[in-house]
């Protein structure tokens, strides 16, 4: 059973594994303005104007296995390069064709001669060898490949073994994000690094989502590094990152798991209809997960909360003692709309001045934050909420 489960996590690691390698490869990128494209889940292309590097990537969890002479993962990436050459959408005398892969080249192996060296390569040498595969093996999974190089003019196969680059027992997933960190180390305080790090690749995969769907041509370095010093800006003393700010949708279970809440019978105290109670809902909810977020991410502290609702506390009670003192002798009804007008005026068409960090205007998360002292009592909106609760 362990070795079936590793057998499906594989290929579903192996893509999360490119796109995480991708990030990782143009954060190091040399080259001078350069853009990155993912062409399917078997490509990774960084370029610019002059040159092209093409990646393949090849993870392998529990079934690691040396990299021999006529192993798939070698020739299911020479028929891509191949037919990528012969349909002549790369030029192979201005391309490094890289294939990273995390098993380990045989001793016996002509693969050994593909590995960066200093040492001039024998591309006479290689090519006879890996014709000579071709010639005396008769695997049909590599089919496809023997056939995708032989295709190749003779000029051709020299200049594409002359330009690949087999990097073997090279970074595993975890290894990649530890690479990521180490290309990031000098753009925010290291106590945020694992902060900025996960924005950073939820960001990241998105984008490569939209290009996988051709809604992006690439994604450039330089958009990358605005990414981080904007995620570098939410993680200064006076900001915070704002996680939640799209509103979510309030779909009928949603609602309903909220109807015990204090805060929807504090709500309901004051006749708000369906809609602000939804916005509400809302609010409390992306307010509740950011600072939990925030919390464990140790961006805030309880002390940093505390202060901040006692605040919102204190503000509410300003405003409030003023309604309470129109309420001597008022009948139920009027109580109840000048509880509504009270949270309308004060917490609907406008927020209560107070934030959390300077910087930091998002306003779902004052409003939430009211609703959560208000789900604790601390807060209310009609003039006896204590009373009625």
Known sequence: MSETNFSAKEPS???YYQLRLGL???LKSQKTNPVIRIESLDDIVIDNIDTMDLFQTKLHINSVANLTDSSPDFWKTIRVWSENIKQNLVDVNNTLFTLMTTAKIGDDSFILDLKPSEAIRDAGKIQKSMLKIIEESTSQTNAAGYAAFKSLAADEQFSLINNISVIDN??????ALNSIRSELRYATHPKKIDSLIE???????QKCILLLQNKLQNI???EVKIKIAAINDSLKEDNLPDDFGTPIEIDEELLENYQDRLFVSQLKLIAVRSNVLRNAINDFHRAFKQRSKWLREELTSVNDEEA???KLEDHWNTIFSIMKDECEGMESAFLQKLGYNFYKNF???QVPPIKIRERFTSEYLTRGSCHMLSDIKKIGWHPEFNTLL
């Open 347 to 349: 917490y609907v068409e």
């Open 220 to 222: 450039s370095l330089e």
């Open 170 to 175: 090279t970074i595993s997933i975890d290894q």
């Open 24 to 26: 990782y490869l143009i």
């Open 308 to 310: 901040f609702e006692q």
């Open 199 to 205: 924005r950073l690749e939820g960001w990241w995969f």
């Open 13 to 15: 690691l192996g893509y």
